[in-house]
T-cell receptor, first 114, second 112 residues
Framework: KAGVTQTPRYLIKTRGQQVTLSCSPISGHRSVSWYQQTPGQGLQFLFEYFSETQRNKGNFPGRFSGRQFSNSRSEMNVSTLELGDSALYLC?????????????FGPGTRLTVT | GQQLNQSPQSMFIQEGEDVSMNCTSSSIFNTWLWYKQEPGEGPVLLIALYKAGELTSNGRLTAQFGITRKDSFLNISASIPSDVGIYFCAGPELQGAQKLVFGQGTRLTINP
């Protein structure tokens, strides 16, 4: 079974621009979560989508948004990029089950804002 | 929000040595997850623990769910060079929510 895929793997943007990152979950996984990883803050939860609806949200500004499509693929968007948005953005998918929290991560998208 | 504290932050060991690391929380967790991350890659799930006192192995890796539900431990026996990486503990911030909180990680370096 193929793992979680993320595109692109690397991205360089300029302050003020916007960016869209894409994630394809493991086949059969219906929940997709996004995380931001930086050296200073570590791994921080952005949001989670299930059945095209945002179920959970982390403590990030409204410039960070996402969506999920009917095939469970997900995108996240960051508008008006700031230097501090430079990070590794990780997508994780999971089978939705009441007692399972196992999330499987993609390789990430490395975003550099200049 | 909940925070997970991992220790040690880094370890420098010789190949063949055993490794122990732990993760603690000020609040109770009902699930503990252990991940490993290598440079340029996303975290890989190693072990999931769901029951207090549970001891689970995955090859040379063994993890335990502390009986207080506020801690977890990961041991690696007979370390090899490919064990190099950063090990993270994680748990769901809220019961029923796919929202994980992560520890700061333990960076493992192995001298051959």
């Amino acid at each position: 079974k193929a793992g979680v895929t993320q595109t692109p793997r690397y991205l360089i943007k300029t302050r003020g621009q916007q960016v869209t990152l894409s994630c394809s979950p493991i086949s059969g996984h219906r929940s997709v979560s996004w995380y931001q990883q930086t050296p200073g803050q570590g791994l921080q939860f952005l949001f989670e989508y299930f059945s095209e609806t945002q179920r959970n949200k982390g403590n990030f500004p409204g410039r960070f948004s996402g969506r999920q499509f009917s095939n469970s693929r997900s995108e996240m968007n960051v508008s008006t990029l700031e230097l501090g948005d430079s990070a590794l953005y990780l997508c994780a998918s999971s089978v939705v089950a009441s007692s399972s929290y196992e999330q499987y991560f993609g390789p990430g998208t490395r975003l550099t804002v200049t | 929000g909940q925070q997970l504290n991992q220790s040690p932050q880094s370890m420098f060991i010789q190949e063949g040595e055993d490794v122990s690391m732990n993760c603690t929380s000020s609040s109770i967790f009902n699930t503990w997850l252990w991940y490993k991350q290598e440079p340029g890659e996303g975290p890989v799930l190693l072990i999931a623990l769901y029951k207090a006192g549970e001891l689970t192995s995955n090859g040379r890796l063994t993890a335990q769910f502390g009986i207080t539900r506020k801690d977890s431990f990961l041991n690696i026996s007979a370390s090899i060079p490919s064990d190099v990486g950063i090990y993270f503990c994680a748990g769901p911030e809220l019961q029923g929510a796919q929202k994980l909180v992560f520890g700061q990680g333990t960076r493992l370096t192995i001298n051959p």
